[in-house]
């Protein structure tokens, strides 16, 4: 097709317009590639130039770059470890003003005050998530080795002042007040037989379980037992010995289980925590665990 010379100039250069061009290039070509010649828009190198300026100062004026030891303070001296700080002091000032009526109350009264108990039943739960529940589980459930605090046997006395000891000083935990007491080794040491340590298992089985147990495991039981955990097995917190005419085990309840508790028995330690919490912590913890399984 020719061109047509009569055409107008103007309908020409508009084909011409139309016509693809040839991108612009570096003038590189590596295996048939070649290397466009694209800048970025203007807009764009401003604003990426400007937000390394922005960050360059925000260096400077803010902390920034780390050091071996310390690191550099920015010049506006903005620290938020300073800020938290003072928050968490703020907070604690607060707290101090509304546990004041707690701090100078009995655990008794602070039960019968409906407003005194919320609060302390709040912040029992949380301090005993915090501090206990890791033993004791989650709402005092409990698992073996840990005693569950959900149920009303309480080994060392389930009313608020002895729970209250029993937080404050723990158990075998070296506090000259702490509770303790540990139960003989009566097969380690000698003082029954294997077979007399049967004989008494299946005496405290039958007796957990509400039935007459085998006599001669009774006559062993009245002679080296009872004093303890009492002549009917219902436990004495004075000396600590676990109540024994239930099914409540700490240590598991299978005959396996129960003769290997007689032979070498195994003693839990609770930590004293009156050096860890606050008087008022403990009181509310002591009401939060009283809650659980009803108290005494």
Request: charged share 20%; glycine share 12%.
């Amino acid at each position: 097709m020719t061109e047509d010379k009569n055409a107008p100039k103007d309908k020409v250069a508009a084909k011409d317009e139309k016509a693809p061009r040839a991108p612009k290039t570096m003038g590189h070509e590596w295996d048939g590639i070649a290397e466009y010649n694209n800048p970025l828009p203007r807009w764009w190198v401003l604003v990426f130039m400007v937000c390394i300026a922005w960050a360059v100062g925000y260096m400077v004026v803010m902390p920034s770059v780390p050091g071996v030891k310390d690191f550099f303070g920015g010049t506006a001296g903005f620290s938020s470890r300073a800020g938290v700080r003072d928050v968490l002091a703020e907070t604690a000032t607060q707290r101090q003003e509304w546990l004041k009526p707690m701090a100078d109350a009995p655990l008794d009264e602070i039960v019968a005050n409906p407003a005194l108990r919320q609060m302390a039943m709040r912040g029992g739960e949380v301090i005993f998530k915090e501090n206990c529940a890791a033993c004791h589980m989650v709402g005092g459930a409990g698992t073996k080795g840990y005693p569950a605090l959900v149920d009303d046997e309480w080994i060392w006395g389930g009313s608020l002042t002895e729970i209250q000891q029993t937080i404050r000083h723990g158990i075998r935990s070296g506090d000259p007040l702490a509770r303790t007491a540990e139960m003989p080794a009566f097969g380690r040491d000698g003082l029954l037989t294997r077979a007399e340590i049967g004989q008494v298992a299946d005496f405290v089985l039958a007796m957990a379980a509400g039935k007459p147990g085998p006599a001669a495991g009774q006559a062993l039981y009245q002679a080296n037992c009872a004093v303890c955990h009492g002549e009917k097995g219902e436990g004495m917190k004075e000396t600590g010995a676990p109540a024994l005419d239930n099914r409540i085990w700490l240590y598991g309840g299978s005959r396996a289980e129960v003769m290997a508790q007689i032979s070498v028995p195994r003693h839990g330690v609770m930590p004293n925590w009156g050096g860890r919490l606050s008087d008022v912590e403990i009181k509310q913890l002591s009401v939060y665990v009283h809650s659980l399984g009803g108290g005494q």
